[in-house]
């Protein structure tokens, strides 16, 4: 009789540590798989600042440089804007610049200067423009 309860509880213990590896398996493979997504993310990130990035050919590469900052700038509001309009996060109350800052992967000096070019304000001023122009639509 002590044998078939010393068998069940090793069965037992057995069975509890095959659960806890499938979920130590699980929980690894699925953290893997959020680092893989948040890796694709950076890399295409990269891809864009890269491409914005000026190329230095000649001598005369300062105004092509302050154009293609510009263009690389004004790529980055729109990406910015979208990104606030599309999921509404000016009406979040608690949105700050430093959420933004992470999402941009830019400094807050660049990013202040974003909005400060591309809407003639701070970034208070901008989403509490925002907000106005959604309580005048409702």
């Keep these: 009789m002590e044998t078939t309860h010393i068998h069940s509880f090793l069965i037992f213990l057995i069975i509890i540590i095959a659960l806890l590896l ?4 699980f929980t690894i493979y699925w953290l893997i798989r959020i680092i893989k ?3 694709r993310l950076i890399k295409q990130k990269q891809q864009a600042l890269n491409d914005c ?4 050919e000649s001598d005369n590469t300062k105004t092509s440089d302050t154009k293609t900052k510009a263009e690389c700038d004004n790529e980055l509001f729109v990406e910015l ?3 606030i309009i599309d999921e509404s996060l000016y ?3 608690t949105l700050s610049r430093d959420e933004l800052l992470k999402r941009m992967h830019i400094n807050k000096n660049h990013f202040a200067n974003l909005i400060q070019k591309n809407t003639g304000t ?3 001023g901008y989403i509490n423009n925002l907000r106005l122009e959604h309580a005048q639509c409702y």
């Design 91 to 93: 009406l979040k109350p």
């Design 122 to 124: 701070n970034f208070n």
């Design 53 to 56: 990035s000026p190329q230095k």
């Design 37 to 39: 997504k948040k890796n």
């Design 22 to 25: 499938f979920i130590e398996s």
């Design 81 to 83: 804007n979208r990104i």
